[in-house]
């Protein structure tokens, strides 16, 4: 017995290799995002079993090479995380033909667009909106980013980076198909 093959992207229907190359990038992040996630959370551990946020800030504010090295993997690794999650969302938007090719990356209006196609529900699109922003303060603002800014994103990503993937996945699943309202994610509670 085959594996039946997956549902096909609305792409497909007039420009297979682009979506023949965006499944891949895709396929890429996928078999690439548990190692990140797993030294994301190894490098928290590293600041107590909970990711003591009081442990952390005084490894962000040491001069010890050694302390801060461990906040930069921590960094890293919000980074990495958060960099899979606009690029898996910009690919499959385009898919879904929601977005189109020649669109400048804007992880903003893209986890809008997957708010308001269904495939997050709205308490997940604000969290992941709340890691754009405090991404966006740490790479472009790490002068005055704090520790707590840091601490809170790889929060953010280390409990809602699966939430997100599962949802994703439904998606395709789906055919990259809009979902109604009453079956959304159900983290739609507020």
């Known amino acids: 017995m085959s594996t039946p093959a997956p549902p096909s992207a609305p792409l497909e229907a007039h420009d297979p290799d682009r ?5 891949a990038k895709i396929r890429d992040r996928v078999s690439d995002v548990r190692r990140h996630l797993i030294a994301l959370r190894t490098a928290m551990a590293e600041f107590g079993d909970n990711f003591d946020l009081d ?6 504010v040491s001069d010890d090479p050694t302390a801060l090295n461990h906040v930069k993997a921590v960094e890293r690794g ?10 898996l969302t ?3 938007l385009e898919l879904a033909e929601v977005r189109e090719r020649g669109n400048d990356l804007n992880a903003r209006r893209d986890l809008q667009a997957l708010e308001r196609i269904g495939v997050l529900g709205p308490r997940r699109a ?3 909106e709340r890691l754009r922003e405090l991404r966006r303060l740490l790479v472009h603002e790490y002068a005055t980013a704090t520790a707590e800014q840091v601490h809170e994103a790889a929060r953010l ?4 980076f699966v ?20 079956s959304r994610d159900p983290d739609a509670a507020p």
């Open 163 to 182: 939430p997100f993937y599962d949802a994703y996945k439904a998606w395709i699943a789906r055919g990259f198909s809009a979902q109604s309202p009453t």
């Open 19 to 23: 979506a023949r190359t965006l499944k």
């Open 55 to 60: 442990e952390f800030t005084t490894a962000y």
């Open 157 to 160: 990503v280390a409990d809602d």
């Open 126 to 128: 604000q969290r992941l």
């Open 78 to 87: 919000v980074d990495q995380l958060y960099n899979y999650i606009a690029e």
């Open 90 to 92: 910009a690919f499959g």
